[in-house]
């Protein structure tokens, strides 16, 4: 199981040259892969591809972007140009997003997101491969579009998709998936089934599975989680990530955060990697003073 690091995943405000220097901390040592979501914030595609011209060997990839503000076409011309400029270290993480946000915030239509979803990737995938796109649909026309990016090769596309249908689609058509708010249970029974059944379905080999978990190193527990369950409220109210905690049978995030010493920590990501999560991305949570290095400090020994 490769181990991966979210930035800004405590909410921090971080300026572009705090990304960058992020980066180059987590490439030094040996992580496999930073994540960055796209929120009303920084570009994740944009900084990611600036951070990646000042690092080495790190992945890069968006946790996630949303599909629906972005026509298929252009976040494929951005995704690769952030390959060319990553010398082909990036990874497209997309996503539906939220009905409050498309909707209520954007003035969108969210009616099927299924749908859309389906067809968006009609168009990106063939783009991202080197191909040309040609779909006839309800949301997306596109005929005889070729994009040529010198210097990028084919981009890793994941899709967060948490329901049955999203799974089918991300195990057909894509990768594989990248999660959040995903309780071991449910990442195993749910989850790590239908998408596999999925790519199996169509030939495809086993799909990449990243599973993002807030995660601090402390022997302050009820405190720990108490922060945790304060920084993360809005993501037990969302709707696609309260019905994976309710699958789960817990009540908020802090319930499925791996938080707790260094064994108890060990013990939780081993079983993640049992059950069949390829790629761990740690969402630290600087609980006290000193948790953050601590935790990037003991996820570094597992890479050594």
């Known amino acids: 199981m490769q181990i991966g690091v979210m930035i800004g995943a405590d909410g921090t405000s971080m300026t572009l040259d705090n990304v960058v220097d992020t980066v180059k901390d987590l490439d030094a040592r040996g992580f496999d892969t930073a994540w960055m979501a796209n929120i009303f914030g920084f570009d994740a595609i944009s900084a990611l591809s600036i951070a990646g011209r000042e690092s080495q060997n790190i992945r890069l990839g968006t946790a996630v972007t949303p599909t629906y503000p972005r026509h298929p076409t252009a976040i494929a011309q951005q995704t690769l140009t952030a390959a060319a400029a990553t010398r082909n270290r990036f990874i497209l993480g997309i996503g539906l997003s939220h009905q409050v946000v498309i909707e209520n ?92 059944a999925a790519a199996d379905g169509v030939g495809k080999p086993q799909p990449t599975v990243v599973g993002g978990y807030p995660m601090a190193l402390t022997t302050k527990i009820d405190e720990a989680k108490a922060q945790i369950a304060e920084t993360l ?70 890479k050594g």
């Open 105 to 196: 915030m954007l003035g969108m239509s969210y009616a099927k997101p299924a749908r859309h979803m389906r067809e968006y990737l009609s168009v990106l995938v063939p783009l991202l491969n080197g191909e040309t796109a040609n779909f006839e649909g309800e949301e997306y026309k596109v005929q005889g579009v070729t994009l040529d990016v010198p210097g990028a090769e084919r981009v890793p596309l994941v899709v967060a998709a948490l329901g049955p249908l999203m799974l089918k689609i991300a195990g057909e058509m894509t990768d594989g998936t990248t999660t959040w708010m995903v309780g071991p249970r449910t990442m195993e029974d749910h989850i790590v089934k239908n998408i596999t």
């Open 233 to 302: 409220t809005i993501y037990g109210q969302l709707p696609s990530y309260r019905a994976m905690l309710d699958r789960e049978g817990v009540a908020g995030p802090a319930d499925i955060a791996l938080v707790g010493d260094e064994n108890h920590l060990r013990g939780q990501m081993d079983r993640l990697r049992d059950i069949g999560v390829t790629e761990f991305n740690a969402a630290v949570i600087d609980v006290e003073p000193g948790a953050r290095e601590r935790t990037l400090d003991f996820l570094a020994s597992l």
